[in-house]
């Protein structure tokens, strides 16, 4: 029995329940359905401006489709193990799919915005349920011997799926429509469908639970839970856009997450049977874990939208070319996931390899924060995988020991639980990075703007060289003039950019290197220990 946590209350056939189909089958067709809706996370981010266009909008309108898609989600998440008690967990996770791609069919038949935001509202709504109920049906398939083995298929739809979103959805738009980014979910999820209803099945003490959570429908908690996690996601979504708590609109939602989240924590633990049962956070391991995860998603999927963002606004690149310099980082993990399954879980203990992780990301974040104005495609493609290797060496370890002493019965909460703060911690890490950088930005175009006087030889000589080079177009002296100091004034801001991410990414770098002795907290056991192997 883990500290903390209560007791099973019954066996219900769990020292002999064994899948009918071979658990790496399973493994494969729930991760498809999951990779498919977390490709949809960052799928549609570069083709917002198609969007605008087509629908006739703003773009600032635009990334409402965003939100929308982010809110639902974010709702769904910590409950999402209730909803699989309640319905049966095959059931719910069959629903989830069919309404998803019933959802991805309407957004990509869309004639207007409104349409599109709500229908991408019953896309995050629907597809919330698909992460955690995916681990929790790997957690029981495989035993406890062969659960890195599992979290690294989960690896693949978590992490490679939001690398590979951007480029994907670049290619589609651009070749295509960006209707396409939403129809291609169509045929997956059919075929989706057909999988998992033939090969997933409900260990016995799902089904029990889903007998007694069918009894207990708690709608204080569950109405706290969605109003307060609504707020909150669109506060992280666009505080940025609405210039953060100066804005009225920010300050109420932001009033409105405190006191919805703050009143379900209190609700829930004074409940003996909660919607979500927040006791699983006693358990010291699984505690720690969260916490681990919530941190690498935020480095990880913050400098996923800065790199992309500054090949495009700072060196040219189109939608394409910037997702294709994430694409290889996917690969990377692709190809570590069997070397960390396989060798090194089993040589090392997790703890270890965690802190190692954690190491090689600072280091890989502040080797990004060498770059300049001049910085080429492959330079930029191999700092992403550098970060990604880092990356590669988190995930699996940390999911290993977080459920490695959570009860069958709780699987469902802690799954939820897992993966709302794996998604929270990657909103609070593109929210936070995004606001440092503006700032980080201004600040350097002030310090910057001090040199640009005619006191400066330096200044004195930037504006001859320009004005020079200007004197073959044929423009009159106030019109070469003219034209240096515009040329001045977009390097100043181009390189007070250039600066901005520099900070960002050494600020990331020092998160991480900070977080390396708290790994040393985690259990210190292998992830594959040799009793769970002899079950």
Known sequence: MSEGLPPPEADHGASTWRPRHNPYLVAMVVTVATFMEVLDTTIINVALPHIAGSLSVGTDESTWTLTSYLVANGIVLPVSGWLGRMMGRKNYFLLSIVMFTVSSLLCGLSTSLPELIVFRLFQGFFGGGLQPNQQSILLDTFEPSKRATAFGVTAVAIIAAP?????????????????????????????????????????????????????????????????????LQIVLDRGEQEDWFSSGFIQAFGVGAVLGLVGAVVWLLDRPDPIVNLRVWKNKDFAIGTLFISIMAATLYG???????????????????????????????????????????????????????????????????????????????????????????????????AFASVPREMNGDAAALYSMARNLGGSIGIALVTAYLTQRSQVHQAYLAEHLTDLSVGYQMTKQAWMDGLASQGLTPSQLQSSALGGIYRTLLRQSAILGYVDVFRISGVVALCVVPLAFFMKSTKAAPKAAAAE
């Open 163 to 231: 690398i590979m979103g951007p480029t994907l959805g670049g290619w589609i738009t651009d070749n295509f429509s960006w209707r396409w980014v939403f129809l291609i979910n169509v045929p997956v999820g059919i075929l989706a469908t057909f999988a998992i209803s033939t090969v997933v099945e409900d260990p016995p003490w799902a089904k029990a639970g889903a007998a007694k959570g069918r009894r207990n429908i708690d709608v204080i908690g569950l109405s706290l839970i969605a109003a307060g996690f609504a707020c």
């Open 303 to 401: 400098s996923a939208v800065l790199i992309p963002q500054l090949a495009q606004s700072q060196l040219g690149y189109t939608a394409t070319w910037a997702g294709m310099i994430l694409s290889p980082g996917g690969f990377m993990i692709l190809i570590m996931i069997p070397i960390i399954t396989r060798v090194l879980l089993k040589k090392f203990q997790a703890r270890f390899i965690v802190a190692t992780g954690f190491f090689l990301l600072g280091v890989a974040m502040f080797y990004t924060a060498t770059i300049t104005p001049q910085v080429d495609f492959l330079t930029l493609m191999s700092m992403r995988m550098a970060q990604t290797f880092g990356t590669a060496l988190l995930m699996i370890p940390i999911s290993t020991v």
